[in-house]
């Protein structure tokens, strides 16, 4: 396709620019091949050679069409900058501005470089190199293949393909950042303080754990018949339920601020990339805590091996996301209290936005505040009975994260989720007007928030 | 026809092997090689069903094609970067005129084009061409000219013309390249699982990643366009001497069983020199497990 033009014929070149035209006149999907019913297998007759050229043909036609590119009224030129290894823009303009990239005091944006590769794969952006020397002007375009070898290693090519899965989907994906955390800045900080009390707390539940063991140990032996005197069905459970050790999942805010462990490069499983879902409102200075939080896995290298039971604990201490078990996903007046940007309250950076005196009529009309807030009467919410509540508690867990898994181009995410069997009282039939155990995490969150 | 493998080395690593011309891509696809387009199609942006180049192609088919003299490789070695800068710096100026010809070439034929199709609409319209001479049209051709310039359409080309320099400076040499093939195979996979790619290859099989279906391939009958996958296959196992764990064997056949495939087990049977045995093929054995749902 990138022959160079004179080596072409022209009534060739003009068919393709045709065949532009009809792809952008026509909704783009109906020139898409359809995928159809297959086969068992090759059984040597005409009609399944011609299904097999008809497939084939619709898809080399549609690889044929696809030229990337823009016209030159709404072309945007990024340059890519070989000692940053990301890409400026100088003259930023698209929807893309809304969630990707960083711009600088000069108003030019900053796109990292699997932005940059995503947007000029697309035809948002023109690929340029970027060139020091100023005395010679025209600009080195870059191609594709260009781009591909610009990739540092295995990973960051994976990482590509991961992010821009996600983003042909419609999500809006960043880098996952320290500087956005549920958590106050004292807390992530590495204060050798709170690293030591946090340390001290571990190793404090673990005794808990142990204790409760060692009492059942000596409670549950052959004497406790003797001791014991169970008087309804309840209690004989209860005191089984004593005997199993079960590991303690954090369930509330206060229990997430005592597990919690910013993650460092040295694990070997991180979460790469923060997760939104699409939101026309996005703020790119000010975002709200992501939705999802991916980690990336690559299955065949062998220098990547799959995440062991410890690296997974980590990956959970670390995890830092609209947690749907300590509030809804509405309620925004609890998330802007509990989301810190750069170390400060984001309900406090909105604040200041809106009282600078250069932004009033803007934060004003983008303030979708008060629909939310009558989402957060409780009444209003969709109750389901806490009997299918309780069988969803398992099944979806509480902290979870995406395990993105690339297999030699293709990707499949596996969600791993903490699920809770231990403090799931099956047998036990809440008496009427005593729902202890769906409310009981709630009411534990909102006094933090208050 | 020989197809062009990019193999762009990174920090001691090679990355995965990718393909960027549909016309190497057909001829590949006639090979029963189909490897798995990665990039995003610019007609439709918003999906992930249909892909576009590159096609990136596990390492074992990157050397099956290689082996089998389909195939020659366009290796950079890491970081790209770095020789792309240094490149830059002797013949920066030549680049940039020849990226400038090409544009200027591009943008020729479109405005030809352009003023054909609008000549064509006039005539359909009944409309007259206003000469050239006319006068009082001329301020209005030159806004429509500028609307034309406007609407010049300008690729962002797939296949690179700065690469193919620098590959040629670093050398062809046949042992380098059957050590950045080591490498490759080394670091996403092994030879014994080449062997077995390479046994159902020749048998004919069209041979994908398996993950999906808790596999290292899955093998089709014909082209993947066309046909259901019949094989799930396992990492190589020398089930003689490795133990071959039950609920393994029982969750691969439960489900190869329940998407109406096989499950199947293979390894090469004699422990040989790697490089000896890529040239033959009959030292692999397979068996294949299906759950029979008895009773």
Redesign the interface.
Known sequence: ??L???DLE?DE??QD??S?AK?ANDS??A???R?GE?????DGTDL?EL??YR??DA??S????????????S?VVAYYD?QS?SAVVPKPRGNFLQTMGESDAQGALWLEFFEFM?L????TV??C?K?HDDN?D?????????M???????QE?DNF?IY??LK???FIVQLASPALSLYPPGLAASSPVRTASNALHRVLSTVSHYRMTLFNGFMYNQWSWYVRRYTSSPQIYESLNKLIQCAAVPHTAHQLYNDYSPQDSSQSLNITFNVWKPNPAFKKKLPELPDFQVATYN?????QSFPTYKELQAVFRSLDYKFSFLARDSDTEFWDNNTYIDGELRSAKLEALQSNPRNKGKAKASKPAPPAKKMKGKKKQRTVSPQVEQMRRPKNGYRSFLLA?M????I?FAKISEADFGSEDVWYKPAPGQKNNTAKPQRQTSKIAA | MSVCITLVGGAGTILAPLVFDVEAIKKLRTLGICGILTGTLPSATQQNVFLSVPLRLMPEEAMWLYINGHAHFKALPGPTATAVERLLEEESEEICKAAEERLQQSFKLQREYKLEQHRKKLEQLGINQPSKEDHPDSARQSKETKLMEASLFIETPTMSTILTKINDKFGDEQAKIDRLLCILVAQFSNWDNYLLFQALKNEGYVLSPGARFGGKYIAYPGDPLRFHSHLVIRDALHYKNEPLDFLELAAGARLGTTVKKLWVIGAPTRESDAHDSAKTQDNVSFYSVEWAGFG
């Open positions: 396709m990138s160079p033009a004179n022209e070149v003009m620019w045709s532009i792809l783009p999907l020139a898409l091949p995928r297959k086969d068992y297998e090759p399944q299904l097999l497939a084939r898809m080399y549609t690889l044929e069409q696809g030229v990337r590119g823009a016209v030159v009224k072309r070989p290894h995503y000029a794969e697309r035809g023109t690929p190199w060139r010679n025209g600009d080195i375009p870059l191609s594709i293949e260009d591909y070898a610009l990739f540092k290693d295995q090519m393909a821009s899965q042909r989907l419609g299955k065949n290298s062998t220098q898994v297999d030699n181009g293709i499949s």
